[in-house]
């Protein structure tokens, strides 16, 4: 029986640069968590957190053809 392997941070990011929506989705739920966490720790306002990793995964989306990420938890944590 073959286990399923989930794709790579940098196999998603290939993916991404590519346009796809699916490799987006997993970005985002494989981090959205933990983005809200350090965007409560320094705001301490739950809906400022909220809009400011909304802001960031807006910003992976429109940027998503010049991505260039090593390391996609440092990247998104830095809020870009």
């Known amino acids: 029986m ?14 991404l ?12 739920n494989r981090y959205w968590k933990q983005l809200l966490a350090i965007a409560y720790l320094h705001s301490r306002d739950k809906n400022l957190a ?4 909304q802001e ?9 053809y010049e991505l260039y990420i090593d390391n996609v938890n440092a990247y998104l944590a830095t809020g870009y």
């Open 17 to 28: 640069r590519e346009g796809n929506s699916g490799a987006f989705t997993e970005i985002y």
């Open 2 to 15: 073959t286990r399923y392997e989930p794709p790579s941070d940098a196999d998603l990011i290939v993916s």
């Open 56 to 64: 960031v995964f807006i910003s992976l989306w429109n940027r998503r």
């Open 50 to 53: 909220e809009e400011i990793v």
